[in-house]
């Protein structure tokens, strides 16, 4: 008697788990749910990154499908609330599992995955990060489901009519499958991981000097919006602090190379006041600044 509750109660727990997510509306089409400034772990369950829904009239598009299929599905449910429709497309700004892992919930709905060539072409990882980090209530049906439509260069897409240009990078950046999107007609940029803010971001499998120049190529849009994959600024100075932090590090890096000192006494020494009361700069900082000087370390070659 006493196992078969235990089994009912574990069965109540893996089937009603709900992420009870927010939407913040950016404008009359388009909403986010703002991931909090955090590492993944078994409270905030992989909500930790953006995910945003573009109204394109008879469905939703959505960018970056999130950490899990419950958080995938939890969403939906929060945008049948605004409008009760289907999401017919789903962009992956890249392979991160924070961004993607929701893909499964959409495509079981028959939405298009969309993603870079490259990103499509990865191998699956296993284990799944996510996986060891957040409960198994909320991990519970979610599998690697990898984009269907693949997207190389730069590619304007009509989705209802409604134009997205699509830009992916054949150079590492954040990662080496970064992917932004465009909407001009809402004069929207969701820039994935190239934008950080509210919280240090992560260089580690990056390239600080394509960095800074693409962050140059997101703001010459000249948007009203630009929307990053963490932090909750969504307004065109949005990249401000991405920017600030990188230059900052570079010139910090180099400098410290240039007088000769070898990345131990970098590291010892790699405090940066400035940036101190971001979130994760504790966690960040220091594994950004040994990235940044073994590109640096081999001047522009
Ligand atoms: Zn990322």
Redesign the pocket.
Known sequence: MKSLLLIALAFHSLFSFEYNLEPKKINSQIYCFFGKPQIMDTHNNGDI?NSCFVDLGKSYLVIDSGPSYKYARDTHKAMKKIKNQEVSFVINT?I?D??WLGNGYYKENGATIIGAKIFANTPNATPIRMQQYISKEAFDKTEEVFPTKHIEGVQTLELEGVKVELTSFDKTI??DNDMIIYIPSQSVVFA??LVFNERIM?LRGGNINNWIDVLDEIEAKNSKYIIG?HGNIYTRDSTKITKRYLEALKEFVLESIDEGRDITDTLTNSHMSEFEDLKLYKEMHTINVETAYRTLEWGDE
């Open positions: 990154s890249h991160h924070d961004h954040h990662t994935g991981d992560s994959g």
